[in-house]
Structure formats: structure tokens, C-alpha cells
């Protein structure tokens, strides 16, 4: 007799299945961009990236046609920016991440600024008609920092506070030493697919044991029946968490014997509140947070995807990792990259191959199960947000335009 856990847990999102036309409509990616992308808080880096006055870097939003330039001012403040010259809209900053010594100058008129953002000088300013240069700085872009995690709000007034927006997982997660891990490896990868068949596959572990069956499908504990399934589920307002525990006996090569066999937990490092051995928080809409203990260290894998097309997808992958204290956890560090970068790729083939079974409209709905539950819990988001299905294919039956 099957036991729908999750389902039974949360009832109001029902079991229905999901529409595939928001995957490959046009008409769907422009409203995702009106209504998703520009009235989101977005996650584009973290703090360590600009630890002095002066030190900056762009993060480019396709979906939203914009550049923004995040920067330390000379007060210690982290700020966010427009990456556009207030004179004749000239793109301010070329390349990805940089210093200024205190003024960012346009290549195009030598228009300059202040690593504050305000207008500081203005060749032949005399010649302009009543220009006053402290009402032309560049233009802000709301910021905020969350243990060190840098996010912009593209609409010009935030209908909430970044804290507010986060609500339960920032509850959660407050005082996680995320700073205490560096950034070790960073993948960009661009896809042919649709940004959120990206992110569906990232949540949740049903394809784990099929789709890396030698890599990370060997690791987390299963059933009797061979299958993947989660410790615990949570469903915030926006945002979701689902945990796994690994294995307790699993097959051992002779490089695992060597690289982790014997490591107790003396002097290891933790994350507070953690639930299983990996605990991965979706923050809506693009973002993937996913905490794991190997040994005595710990990791942090964040997962953003950048949608530049209804059909084309950057996938950023940046892992950050507590510093080794041998040379054997700097191996097992190292070990592990590897075989995240062998699952990584099995994914974007399969990202791939599922968005091009969409595209033929062989089917018209997708078939979730109930260890699938977060991808129904995100897509009932994104609706709520986007208003993009149509009234037959609401679980509420609620027609989108009138609310009813």
C-alpha cells in the first residue's frame, strides 16, 4: 500500500498533474520576466567577492535585458547599480569584476563616478543646459545582504524587505558560517533548455539512483525498493527544503577506503540546524542552496539559473567548502568536485533531452509523484507570481484574471 507522505502533509497542492505549455511558450517566458524575474529578489554573489573599497562585479540578467554593477564603497557600504552611464546610457563597466581606485569612468565621454555612485565629474560640464551632477548618479538597484549573499530587486519600490521575502528559510538558516567557506570551483554551463526544467531536475532525488547510478546515485539512502526518498520536507511561502541522509553501507573502492575510510568527527565542522546529511533549500525563483557534510568538513553548492531564451538556460554552479585541516580533506575536497562535475554533466544532457521531449508536444501534462512534491510546491508559486496557467489546469480551478 503506497503512503503519500509529502501529499497527505501538504493536501493544497493536490495531484495533478503540470501543464508543459510554460515551458516553451513565448507568450509565458515574457510574463515570467514581467512578473517573476523584475518583482523578485535575486541572488547575483556574495560579499567576499568585494572585500575592499573600490572592488566590484557585474552581474548580467538577460531575462530582464540588464547589467547590474554591484561595488564597495569607500564607506564600507556594498551597493548596487544600474551598469549604465547616466549621460548617453553607455554600458559603464566592461568587464565581469574589477577595482577602481574610487571613481568608475565611462569609455565613452570619461563621464565619472564615485564608488558611491554619485556624478563627480563631467568634461566640458559648462556646456550643458543647467546640469546639476548630483542629480545623475547612477541609478540604484535595491540590495541586500543575508549571510553574505548578495541579492537586487530590479522593481524600483520592493513590495518586501529582503528579510521579509526569505521569511523561513532566513528563520533557519541565521548564523550559518557560510563565511567560513571558500569558493573553490565555479562552472558556467548554457543549455538548451528552459530555465525551469533546469531547476525541477535539481529538486528533488527520485532520478538519483537511474540517472547516476556510479556517481552521486550510490551515495543517499534508499528504500527497500531501490528508490531515493527524502527525510523531510518543508514548504515556506515562496521558498522549499527537503533533506537526505546517505547511505549506511555502500560499496568501497579502494580510493574511497583510502580518501574516507577511518574519519570520525572530532574537531568537525557543522552547520546548524541541519536535518540529514544534505539539506537543499530552493529559493524562488532561480536560486538552490544545498548544505552536505562529508567527513569532518562541510559544503555549500549553490546553484543559479540564468534564463536567456525560453529555450536557453545558464546554469551557475559555484561550490564552497570549509577549509581543509589535512592534506587527506584537501584530497577528498578535491575528489569531490570531480565526481560533482561527472553528475553535473550527466544532468545537462538529460536538462536537454527532457526540454526537447517538451518541445515536440507528444504530451501535454507532466506526471509528478509524490517525492516530487517540491517541484508541484515551486510551480504553484511561480503561477501565483505569473498567472500562467489557464483556469482548467489550476488545481483551484481559480480563473487568473478575476481571482475566482
Not at 75 to 89: A, I, T
Not at 142 to 167: K, S
Not at 360 to 376: G, K
Request: charged content about 25%; aromatic content about 12%.
Amino acid at each position: 500500500m503506497r503512503l503519500e507522505t509529502w501529499s497527505s502533509k501538504y493536501p493544497e497542492l493536490g495531484t495533478h498533474p503540470l501543464p508543459t505549455e510554460p515551458y516553451i511558450s513565448e507568450e509565458h517566458f515574457v510574463l515570467e520576466r514581467e512578473r517573476v524575474f523584475r518583482r523578485s529578489w535575486l541572488q547575483v554573489g556574495r560579499v567576499e567577492e568585494i572585500p575592499h573599497a573600490g572592488d566590484y562585479f557585474v552581474r548580467d540578467i538577460a531575462i530582464c535585458d540588464a547589467s547590474v554593477l554591484v561595488i564597495r564603497g569607500s564607506d564600507g557600504v556594498v551597493r548596487g547599480f544600474h551598469n549604465v552611464c547616466s549621460h548617453r546610457s553607455n554600458r559603464l563597466v566592461g568587464d565581469e569584476r574589477g577595482s577602481c581606485r574610487g571613481t568608475l569612468f565611462c569609455r565613452f565621454h570619461n563621464w565619472s563616478y564615485s564608488d558611491r555612485g554619485e556624478l563627480v565629474g563631467v568634461p566640458e560640464e559648462e556646456n550643458f543646459f543647467g546640469l546639476d551632477k548630483r542629480d545623475h548618479g547612477l541609478t540604484t538597484v535595491d540590495t541586500g545582504i543575508w549571510e553574505g549573499f548578495v541579492f537586487v530587486h530590479l522593481a524600483p519600490d520592493p513590495a518586501e524587505t529582503l528579510r521579509d521575502y526569505l521569511g523561513g528559510v532566513a528563520d533557519r538558516l541565521d548564523g550559518c558560517p557560510f563565511h567560513e567557506m571558500k569558493l573553490s570551483q565555479t562552472y558556467r554551463v548554457e543549455e538548451r533548455a528552459n530555465w525551469k526544467v533546469v531547476l525541477d531536475a535539481q529538486n528533488e532525488a527520485y532520478h538519483l539512483p537511474y540517472q547516476h547510478p556510479l556517481t552521486l546515485g550510490v551515495a543517499f539512502a534508499k528504500n527497500d525498493t531501490g528508490n531515493c526518498r527524502f527525510k523531510e520536507v518543508i514548504l515556506y511561502d515562496y521558498h522549499s527544503f527537503w533533506s537526505c541522509d546517505y547511505r549506511s553501507f555502500q560499496k568501497l573502492t579502494p580510493l574511497k577506503i583510502a580518501l574516507f575510510f577511518g574519519d570520525d568527527d572530532a574537531g568537525a565542522f557543522r552547520f546548524p540546524n541541519m536535518v540529514g546529511d544534505l539539506d537543499h533549500y530552493l529559493l524562488f525563483p532561480n536560486g538552490i542552496l544545498s548544505l552536505f557534510k562529508v567527513g569532518r568538513w562541510m559544503g555549500c553548492i549553490t546553484y543559479t539559473l540564468w534564463p536567456s531564451a525560453v529555450d536557453r538556460t545558464v546554469w551557475e554552479i559555484r561550490m564552497h567548502f570549509s577549509a581543509p585541516a589535512t592534506r587527506r580533506e584537501r584530497l577528498q575536497q578535491e575528489y569531490f568536485k570531480c565526481v560533482i562535475r561527472d553528475t553535473l554533466q550527466e544532468d545537462t544532457a538529460t536538462h536537454e533531452s527532457v526540454h526537447a521531449g517538451i518541445a515536440s508536444r507528444v504530451r501535454s501534462h507532466l506526471i509528478l509523484q509524490d517525492n516530487e512534491l517540491p517541484i508541484r510546491h515551486f510551480h504553484k508559486v511561480l503561477d501565483d507570481y505569473a498567472g500562467t496557467l489557464d483556469a482548467h489546469d489550476r488545481p483551484d480551478g481559480r480563473n487568473t484574471e478575476t481571482g475566482r
